[in-house]
């Protein structure tokens, strides 16, 4: 499968633990977008990277969200002290244009 | 920023009819309006997208039309199938911006 794989498919954890999720974008892709999404709502952009470097990044995330891309490959998310408005879809996108164009399938976390 | 807003939000047709969404956007520097197709639990593809110096573009039986002037822009979906079924999103992105805003969705249903 050469499109964009998201791991693990879905996350369950308690309230104040910490998680993290995996993205490997399409191999030739330099630019790497995580979007959150609630259900009934459209994507909402959470971090962007060009490469390994981290460019953009949403006022909207609190610091116990922390993206990395440290070889310009895959990326990971990871949200510390989880609380239950983080219960969502934390879908990864990547691209060679300036925009999202291939999502992955997606990372479901459920904070109980 | 940015800021999208998306109607109707279910839309029903018959089986060949056509279908209209419209999305509304507010800050004129906005130059890439992208529309996405995402099906019952899977990822938002991207199936169309204008830029903001093209009043419209056309792939198919779809076609998305942009009035600046006005800052909104529509999908339309022509001779609709059931395999149309579908939330459709659009999106804006302001020039040199990777913060992209989406709508928040329009559930279509197509009646064979």
């Known amino acids: 499968d050469t499109g964009v794989s998201q791991d693990p498919r879905h996350k369950i954890t308690k309230r104040g633990q910490n998680v993290t999720f995996r993205c490997d974008p399409i191999s030739e892709h330099n630019r790497l977008y995580w979007y959150r999404q609630t259900l009934g709502q459209g994507p909402e952009f959470l971090t962007y990277?060009?490469?390994?470097?981290?460019?953009?990044k949403s006022r909207l995330l609190s610091d116990r969200f922390s993206a990395e891309r440290p070889k310009g490959s895959f990326s990971t998310l990871e949200i510390q002290r989880t609380e239950q408005g983080d219960s969502a879809m934390y879908l990864c996108?990547?691209?060679?244009?300036?925009?999202?164009?291939?999502f992955g399938p997606g990372t479901r976390l459920t904070v109980l | 920023g940015e800021n999208v807003e998306q109607h109707p939000s279910t839309l029903s047709v018959q089986e060949g009819d056509s279908a209209v969404i419209k999305c509304t956007y507010s800050d004129s520097a906005s130059n890439y309006f992208p529309w996405y197709k995402q099906e019952l639990g899977k990822r938002p593809q991207l199936i169309i997208d204008?830029?903001?110096?093209?009043g419209e573009k056309k792939d198919q039986r779809i076609a998305v039309t942009l009035n600046k002037t006005a800052k909104h822009f529509s999908l339309h979906i022509t001779e609709t199938q059931p395999e149309d079924s579908a939330v459709y999103f659009c999106a804006a992105r302001l020039y040199n911006n990777n913060d992209m805003r989406f709508g928040a969705g329009t559930r279509l249903t197509v009646k064979p």
């Open positions: 204008i830029r903001s110096n093209v």
């Open positions: 990277f060009q490469n390994e470097a981290q460019l953009e």
């Open positions: 996108a990547s691209s060679s244009t300036g925009v999202p164009e291939f």
